[in-house]
């Protein structure tokens, strides 16, 4: 079993940053690879960006050049830059070998 806790969401004005932190515990061997969704107002949860499991990193097209992906142990970082009202929803962490989701946390991008 593995548990996600995030941490780092809030309310920035357009064109801020914010970094979001996913810590996973538990089951070790289940944790693998993670990575980021979010679920915009009265939309579908979409992909951010996740790890493969040969190390790559899969960006959506809304996050490139924008958001920055990376590991240190079992925490997962989500370094975004430059966000618009666009970025607004709840952001969750995922780790798909254990079927794990995070609370999620909320992002709203205002001014």
């Known amino acids: 079993q593995v548990q996600l806790v995030e941490s780092g969401g809030g309310l920035v004005q357009p064109g801020g940053s914010l970094r979001l932190s996913c810590a996973a515990s538990g089951t070790t061997f289940l944790i693998g690879v993670m990575g980021w969704y979010r679920q915009p107002p009265g939309s579908q949860r979409e992909l951010v960006a996740r790890?493969?499991?040969?190390?790559d990193i899969i960006y959506s097209d809304s996050a490139k050049g924008r958001f920055t992906l990376s590991r240190e142990r079992n925490t997962i970082y989500l370094q975004m830059n430059d966000l618009g009202p666009e970025d607004t929803g709840v952001y969750y962490c995922n780790a798909p070998v254990a079927r794990a989701w995070g609370q999620g946390t909320q992002v709203t991008v205002s001014s």
């Open positions: 790890f493969e499991m040969d190390g």
